[in-house]
C-alpha cells in the first residue's frame, strides 16, 4: 500500500498495482515470459517431430528448425531472464532489495544463466555463423516465410489488438529479414563487422520469434471466444499480453536492426589503449 491512486485529489493511499508504472512492468514480465515459454515449446516440439515423425524429409526439417532456434531459445531467454527479474525487484522497490522478501534471489539465480549455458556471444556466433551463414540463412528464410504466414492471418483478424499486433510484426519481421540477409552477405566479408552485430541479431530474433508465438497465441484465443469456448478470461487476457508485447517488446525490432547493419564501425572504432 503506497501512494494515492493518479487522478484522485486526496484520495486514500492504494495498492501499487493500481499505479501504471507498476501494471507496465508487471506486464512487461509477463508477456515476456510466456514468449520465452511459448518459443521453447514450439522448439521442443520440433526436436520431439526430429525423433519421431514418420516422414524422413519431415524429420530433417524440424531438425534444421530446431538447431536454429535452440541458440535463440538459449541466449534470448536467459538474457531477458535477468531484466524480468530485475524488474521484480523494481516493482517491490527497497523491500524488493531486502533479503526477506526472496526477490533478490531470483536475480542473481538468473544472472549466472548468461554465463553457463555458453555465454550470450558463443550462443550468438553460433546462431550467425553455423546456423545461419553456413546455410546461406536458408532455414532462416523458411522461418521467416513461417512467420509471414502468421502475419497475414494477423491481417484477417478483427478489432483494435489484432491491427496493433500485426504492425508491430510486420515491422519486426521486416527488421528480422533485412538483418538476415545483412549477416549471410557480410560474415563471408567482414566476419568482425558481422560478429559485433551478433549478441543484438540474436535479441532481435529472440523478440521477433516470441512476437510470432504470441500473435499465434492470440489467434488461437481469438478463435475459442468465437466459438464461445470457456475461460473467455483467460483467452481475453491472452490477448490483452499480446497487444502489449507487439506495443512494448516488438516495436524494439527496428532499432535492433539497425544497431546490427550500421553498428559495426563504432564497436570496432577504438584502440585498445583507449579503453
Not at 507498476?22 to 508477456?31: D, E, I, P
Not at 521442443?44 to 524440424?62: I, M, Y
Not at 535452440?70 to 521484480?88: A, L, R
Not at 550467425?128 to 497475414?152: E, F, H, P, S
Request: glycine share 10%; aromatic share 6%; charged share 20%.
Amino acid at each position: 500500500i503506497q501512494g494515492a491512486e493518479l487522478g484522485v485529489r486526496g484520495g486514500e493511499k492504494v495498492p501499487i498495482i493500481r499505479h501504471p508504472d507498476v501494471r507496465r512492468m508487471l506486464m512487461s514480465m509477463k508477456a515476456q515470459v510466456e514468449a520465452m515459454r511459448s518459443l521453447a515449446y514450439f522448439t521442443a516440439a520440433s526436436l520431439d517431430k526430429a525423433n519421431r515423425h514418420p516422414d524422413a524429409a519431415e524429420r530433417a526439417r524440424h531438425q534444421a528448425f530446431a538447431d536454429l532456434m535452440i541458440p535463440v531459445v538459449k541466449g534470448w531467454s536467459t538474457e531477458t531472464s535477468i531484466e524480468v527479474t530485475s524488474t521484480g525487484i523494481q516493482i517491490q522497490g527497497g523491500m524488493g532489495y531486502v533479503e526477506e522478501t526472496g526477490a533478490a534471489q531470483y536475480l542473481r539465480d538468473a544472472r549466472i544463466t548468461t554465463i553457463y549455458e555458453g555465454t550470450t556471444a558463443i550462443q550468438a556466433n553460433d546462431l550467425i555463423g553455423r546456423k545461419i551463414a553456413r546455410d546461406k540463412g536458408v532455414t532462416a528464410q523458411a522461418v521467416i516465410a513461417m512467420m509471414k504466414t502468421t502475419d497475414g492471418q494477423l491481417a484477417g483478424a478483427p478489432g483494435a489488438d489484432f491491427s496493433a499486433m500485426r504492425a508491430a510484426f510486420s515491422d519486426g519481421v521486416k527488421a528480422l529479414t533485412e538483418a538476415t540477409d545483412w549477416i549471410v552477405v557480410t560474415y563471408s566479408s567482414d566476419v568482425k563487422a558481422a560478429s559485433a552485430g551478433a549478441v543484438p541479431f540474436l535479441q532481435l530474433f529472440g523478440i521477433v520469434a516470441g512476437g510470432w508465438q504470441m500473435a499465434r497465441a492470440a489467434l488461437a484465443a481469438q478463435a475459442k471466444l468465437a466459438a464461445g469456448d470457456g475461460e473467455a478470461p483467460f483467452y481475453k487476457a491472452k490477448i490483452a499480453t499480446s497487444r502489449f508485447y507487439a506495443d512494448h517488446i516488438l516495436s524494439q525490432a527496428p532499432g535492433l536492426r539497425n544497431a546490427i547493419v550500421n553498428g559495426a564501425a563504432g564497436v570496432l572504432a577504438l584502440e585498445e589503449t583507449q579503453f
